[in-house]
């Protein structure tokens, strides 16, 4: 088993990584290496697996037997210690110029351990414009083994001249039937639950193995699909966009609170708080202060983010449920993802027209391309359920 055997439904894209490793190792004992090249952009939908695909790409250039799955340098790379393996992880809404000149100066070393320095750079689509500009001067006038792994949603995420200097590759949603696979073979989860998670989760790696594990993950998900049957009225709408923003903001509040509460307490460690009072102060006077300041700033960016993401996890849901209503409306034998909310789905398809039922996934969809531009999530979610209640209105 090598590393790219772990990617989940992924076979194409698995041999042109397979392909360009070999390539790789031919330049490093001074061949050609036709195949190989210094900037990458892995692509593909939320939870394909985009990071996972740049990750075992970085373990098998480091490894001697390209990615074998087991050596101690795809070890390192799974751990997150490879000493020329950096990994950048944008945790706020933007990535700014500051702190790509300082990763491209990081980058621009030579490989500790000899053979490369790969920068593996997660949803690099939130670099600034100057970050971006900054990031395509790195991309133009490479160092000699460094090696850029960007990850996106899709190619147009990324500035033209950046992509048209990039070789793509790209992922594809993985069937449910591999995600269940994986979910039961890799993570020990039964094969009922695995195969209900997978197809909830349409495809969605990390959101199935939430649903497998997590039972509080699989109460909100029967909160947001409950939503659909429960507008019968104008209260009852504004009511579930109500509980709808709340759920999202617990959820995010659970997961950003642990990560603020360690990253506050590390610097202020730093900073020379615990030897005593006065040490923190001396400390805050020498740019302590500042710099809370600036993580307080990042961290409230990464509560936005993850609320926002969080919604607009809950409004692909309830895009899929509508998907369903129509196949059910239409009696499509196709597998359905809210096979478990049966009733819900038969009750709307016997009230709803399919273009009504057209119209409301319009409707979320709206709602999401305002959330994206910012309108306050209580209003654009508010607006998407009157659509919801009433059709067309
Ligand atoms: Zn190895």
């Known amino acids: 088993m090598g590393v790219f055997d772990d990617l989940v439904g992924q076979e194409r894209a698995a041999v042109t990584l397979r392909r360009a490793s070999a390539a790789g190792a031919e330049l ?36 001697a037997d390209q990615g074998c799955g087991h050596c101690d340098m795809c070890h390192q790379v799974t751990v997150g210690s490879h000493p020329d393996l950096e990994v950048v992880r944008p945790q706020g809404l933007s990535y700014g110029v500051k702190d790509t000149r300082r990763l491209i100066l990081r980058a ?8 490369w320095r790969v920068v593996l750079f997660e949803n ?14 790195a991309i133009e006038e490479p160092p000699p083994r460094t090696v850029w792994l960007l990850c996106a949603p899709s190619p147009d995420d990324m500035m033209i001249t950046i ?27 039964p094969p009922e639950t695995a195969e209900f998670a ?15 594990l997590d039972e509080e993950a699989r109460r909100r998900r029967d909160a947001v699909l409950s939503i659909p049957a429960s507008l019968t009225g104008v209260a009852e709408c504004v009511t579930a966009a109500e509980r709808l923003v709340k759920t999202a903001e617990e959820e995010a509040a659970a997961v950003t609170s642990a990560l603020n509460e360690s990253e506050t307490a590390e610097l202020r460690k730093v900073y020379g708080e615990g030897s005593s009072g006065k040490g923190l102060n001396r400390g805050l006077i020498r740019g302590g202060a500042g710099a809370l300041k600036e993580l307080e700033e990042r961290q409230k960016s990464r509560a936005t983010r993850t609320k926002r993401d969080v919604i607009d996890g809950a409004l692909l849901d309830l895009v899929a449920f509508y998907r369903d209503v129509l196949a059910v409306r239409f009696g499509a034998s196709v597998e359905l993802a809210n096979e478990d909310h049966r009733a819900d789905l038969e009750r709307l398809a016997a009230s709803l027209s399919p273009e009504d039922i057209l119209r409301g996934i319009d409707a979320i969809m709206r709602c999401r391309a305002r959330l994206a531009a910012n309108v306050n999530p209580q209003i654009a979610v508010e607006a998407m359920a009157l659509s919801l209640w009433r059709p067309g209105f």
């Not at 290496?33 to 098998?60: D, K, V």
């Open 28 to 63: 490093l004992a001074g061949g050609s290496g036709t195949g190989m090249t210094h900037a990458w952009l892995f692509t593909g939908p939320p939870g394909s697996g985009r990071e996972e695909a740049a990750r075992a790409f970085a373990a098998a250039l480091f490894c």
């Open 108 to 115: 621009a070393g030579a490989p500790a351990l000899g053979r």
């Open 163 to 189: 992509r048209s200097r990039c070789r793509v590759v790209t992922l594809v949603t993985p069937p449910a039937a591999a995600v269940a696979h994986m979910l039961a073979t890799r993570e020990n989860i």
């Open 198 to 212: 997978a197809r909830a989760a349409q495809g969605h790696i990390d959101r199935a193995r939430r649903l497998a």
């Open 124 to 137: 690099a689509d939130r670099a600034t414009e100057g970050a971006s500009n900054a990031l395509l001067k």
